[in-house]
């Protein structure tokens, strides 16, 4: 049982000292599935420094980056023929983010970014609107393609409608930053 227990040990060992420094420092909020079988992750992580500069709040003057992983469901890769974990494109994503103590808000639109991590994904560098000891709370709203980005075949119109998804919004309370705010990549 010792020699299990180490061989475990080690295992584990092994795959944290793989990862990132940004991944092991990521804070995953939740996890929703909408329409036919889109999986949205929603996280924040350390902020990073992402081009090009005049759409991007430098590294610097931000505290975090929020992130919203979009792909397919292992269940939609078998009923609608996604590749499973495949980016699902041209989603628009709105994120809020309100000091629970003071009542401030930033509001940020989230955008198509790509890294060697999470490759394609929505994310957006902010300064938080307050301390970041303060607690927050994090208001996503997630719009599925309109109807000149994506065009669908009869077939899916037939069984899913015209949209992808219906629009959603996720709210996360109480959401304890800082320690992704102090964190680098």
Do not use: C
């Not at 989603?91 to 983010?97: G, P, Q, S």
């Amino acid at each position: 049982m010792t020699s299990l227990r180490v061989l475990l040990s080690l295992v584990v060992a092994g795959l944290l000292l793989q990862m990132s420094p940004a991944q092991a420092q990521e804070q995953v909020f939740g996890e929703e599935v909408l329409g036919p079988g889109v999986k949205i992750t929603f996280l924040v992580a350390p902020a990073g420094d992402v081009e090009p500069a005049a759409q991007n709040l430098s590294e610097s003057r931000s505290d975090l980056h929020l992130e919203v992983l979009s792909g397919w469901t292992e269940e939609a890769s078998e009923e609608v023929g996604a590749p499973a974990g495949g980016f699902v494109p041209y989603l628009r994503l709105f994120a809020t983010v309100t000091n629970e103590e003071t009542g401030q808000v930033k509001k940020a639109t989230l955008v198509p970014h790509v890294n060697q991590t999470d490759n394609f994904h929505y994310a957006r560098n902010i300064a938080l609107p307050g301390a970041p000891d303060d607690p927050y709370t994090v208001v996503f709203k997630v719009h599925p393609p309109q109807s000149l980005e994506l065009a669908t075949h009869s077939d899916w119109r037939t069984a899913y409608g015209s949209q992808l998804f219906a629009p959603a919004t996720v709210t996360y309370n109480n959401l304890q930053l800082e320690e992704i705010a102090r964190a680098t990549r």
